[in-house]
């Protein structure tokens, strides 16, 4: 088999920040040691996010010139609506300025305190949308995801036999909607089956609750589905999409993810009652239902985005790249969750680091000797992130698991930044028992993964 290249040419460039590793040591002291402080332009690959960092097409530039600023019924909201219906078959659909917007609508018009809702994992904004209206997120993931080094296929499935449970215990009533998340973000970007919403949808249906999918990797997802479940190896990424939204309610969206676009989002339905609220509360907080806290332009470049993510040789090359710098990473025996995600690759900090317990946040040290080494900047997802301070008597509770993320932006970086990428962690990874401990000096109430201070320090 022959290489799948990027399937774009490149006719603009920005130039990479090479930095050497005295002034790397110089700012990631000046940040207090947490890459959140770090300033952009001294980072050489920068795989914090791949959210918003993606890289627009020729025809997204040339569609933001089109870009209608009429306040009301602008030709591009006409553009944006009639595309995310051909997508997604929703009748009524409301633009938003990202994903949380949408969470915030849905959350404030159909929840109330004590109600729940289900997800196979929620995303954190989700989560905190949800707690912010007085409602409770209860995580569903399949029993399969708990063992992130197996290859089982579909680990971001829901578990159905645990909502049938919750639902029984709980009562329907309590239940407004159901959710799920496509590709499950939490659990390493792991897709879901046509089969699992299937299945979730039939549950759901004898029981009267809708289902609202957070379509954020929508077209991963799709991807995913053509490749591994039979039955669905002909179809285009288009139509095994329409089928996924053909068993929902309604939708969440993040255009800063499978939009390929650098701001915006969605939410849809068909019901004309919920619509109704939903258009009520939009006016109110994200401006007028046919631009919704985006410019004209903004429209235009989701609108073509949302189709080139269909693009059949364009997924192909995203999860090509994934699954090469997640091949080379195993063959060197660095621990990764496996299979390779939709979006990235999840490195396990405490497994690479033996010598350090989940007080002393591997981590964070994992995510600091990677910039010290060579610029990349990753992630923490583990107990600085999702662990729970100390507080009031109680002791720090660490999180589930520990994991560092290497999210790939979109049509950004080539075959030779990853090269790099896997060389820079190679060195890391010899040498990984000189990766330090380290602790929190300073942090905030909530979120305090984004502002903390720290501090590495010697364990011997
Ligand atoms: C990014 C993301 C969100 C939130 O989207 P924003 O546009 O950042 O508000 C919600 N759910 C999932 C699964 C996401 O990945």
């Given at each position: 088999?022959?290489?799948?290249?990027?399937?774009?040419?490149?006719?603009?460039?920005?130039?990479?920040?090479?930095?050497?590793?005295?002034?790397?040591?110089?700012?990631?002291?000046?940040?207090?040691?947490?890459?959140?402080?770090?300033?952009?332009?001294?980072?050489?690959?920068?795989?914090?996010?791949?959210?918003?960092?993606?890289?627009?097409?020729?025809?997204?530039?040339?569609?933001?010139?089109?870009?209608?600023?009429?306040?009301?019924?602008?030709?591009?909201?006409?553009?944006?609506?009639?595309?995310?219906?051909?997508?997604?078959?929703?009748?009524?659909?409301?633009?938003?300025?990202?994903?949380?917007?949408?969470?915030?609508?849905?959350?404030?018009?159909?929840?109330?305190?004590?109600?729940?809702?289900?997800?196979?994992?929620?995303?954190?904004?989700?989560?905190?949308?949800?707690?912010?209206?007085?409602?409770?997120?209860?995580?569903?993931?399949?029993?399969?995801?708990?063992?992130?080094?197996?290859?089982?296929?579909?680990?971001?499935?829901?578990?159905?036999?645990?909502?049938?449970?919750?639902?029984?215990?709980?009562?329907?009533?309590?239940?407004?909607?159901?959710?799920?998340?496509v590709?499950?973000?939490?659990?390493?970007?792991?897709p879901?089956?046509?089969?699992?919403?299937?299945?979730?949808?039939?549950?759901?249906?004898?029981?009267?609750?809708?289902?609202?999918?957070?379509?954020?990797?929508y077209a991963e997802n799709a991807y995913f589905i053509k490749?591994?479940?039979?039955?669905f190896?002909?179809r285009?990424l288009i139509d095994i999409a329409?089928d996924m939204?053909?068993?929902?309610?309604?939708?969440?969206?993040?255009?800063?993810?499978?939009?390929?676009?650098?701001?915006?989002?969605?939410?849809?339905?068909?019901?004309?009652?919920?619509?109704?609220?939903?258009?009520?509360?939009?006016?109110?907080?994200?401006?007028?239902?046919?631009?919704?806290?985006?410019?004209?332009?903004?429209?235009?470049?989701?609108?073509?985005?949302?189709?080139?993510?269909l693009?059949?040789?364009?997924q192909?090359?995203?999860?090509?790249?994934?699954?090469?710098?997640?091949?080379?990473?195993?063959?060197?025996?660095?621990?990764?969750?496996?299979?390779?995600?939709?979006?990235?690759?999840?490195?396990?900090?405490?497994?690479?680091?033996?010598?350090?317990?989940?007080?002393?946040?591997?981590?964070?040290?994992?995510?600091?000797?990677?910039?010290?080494?060579?610029?990349?900047?990753?992630?923490?997802?583990?107990?600085?992130?999702?662990?729970?301070?100390?507080?009031?008597?109680?002791?720090?509770?660490?999180?589930?698991?520990?994991?560092?993320?290497?999210?790939?932006?979109?049509?950004?970086?080539?075959?030779?930044?990853?090269?790099?990428?896997?060389?820079?962690?190679?060195?890391?990874?010899?040498?990984?028992?000189?990766?330090?401990?380290?602790?929190?000096?300073?942090?905030?109430?909530?979120?305090?993964?984004?502002?903390?201070?720290?501090?590495?320090?010697?364990?011997?």
């Open positions: 088999m022959r290489t799948i290249i990027e399937p774009f040419r490149i006719k603009m460039t920005e130039a990479l920040p090479i930095t050497t590793r005295g002034r790397r040591a110089e700012r990631l002291a000046a940040a207090h040691n947490n890459v959140f402080l770090l300033d952009a332009e001294d980072i050489t690959i920068d795989l914090l996010t791949d959210s918003g960092t993606g890289a627009m097409s020729d025809r997204q530039w040339a569609a933001l010139m089109l870009g209608d600023e009429s306040y009301a019924g602008s030709a591009s909201w006409r553009h944006f609506e009639r595309t995310v219906r051909e997508i997604t078959g929703f009748e009524h659909v409301f633009p938003t300025h990202q994903d949380r917007a949408a969470e915030r609508i849905l959350a404030a018009t159909r929840l109330k305190p004590g109600d729940i809702v289900p997800n196979n994992s929620h995303f954190d904004t989700t989560r905190a949308n949800i707690e912010y209206v007085g409602a409770k997120a209860v995580d569903l993931p399949s029993p399969a995801s708990k063992d992130i080094y197996s290859d089982a296929r579909f680990k971001g499935d829901m578990d159905v036999d645990a909502l049938e449970r919750l639902i029984a215990t709980e009562g329907a009533s309590k239940i407004p909607f159901c959710m799920i998340t590709t499950n973000n939490a659990a390493g970007g792991q879901v089956s046509m089969e699992n919403i299937r299945n979730v949808r039939a549950l759901l249906g004898a029981h009267g609750v809708p289902l609202v999918v957070d379509a954020c990797r490749q591994w479940e039979a039955g190896a002909d285009d329409r939204f053909s068993l929902c309610d309604g939708a969440t969206m993040s255009a800063k993810k499978d939009g390929l676009a650098n701001i915006g989002g969605f939410l849809a339905c068909n019901n004309d009652e919920w619509a109704e609220d939903f258009r009520n509360l939009l006016i109110l907080t994200e401006g007028f239902p046919t631009y919704g806290g985006l410019a004209g332009r903004d429209l235009e470049a989701v609108a073509v985005g949302l189709k080139e993510a693009e059949f040789d364009y192909r090359y995203r999860h090509a790249t994934v699954e090469y710098l997640a091949s080379k990473l195993i063959a060197r025996g660095v621990p990764i969750v496996r299979p390779a995600g939709g979006h990235g690759v999840f490195i396990d900090p405490g497994v690479f680091c033996p010598h350090l317990g989940a007080g002393d946040y591997p981590g964070i040290g994992l995510v600091n000797a990677l910039y010290l080494e060579g610029g990349v900047r990753a992630v923490e997802l583990g107990s600085v992130m999702f662990g729970r301070a100390a507080a009031g008597g109680e002791a720090e509770a660490p999180a589930l698991r520990e994991l560092v993320r290497l999210a790939l932006p979109r049509r950004v970086y080539t075959q030779s930044h990853f090269d790099y990428v896997v060389e820079t962690l190679d060195l890391v990874w010899r040498r990984r028992e000189a990766i330090p401990a380290h602790r929190i000096v300073r942090q905030a109430p909530f979120l305090r993964h984004f502002t903390a201070h720290f501090e590495p320090f010697e364990t011997r």
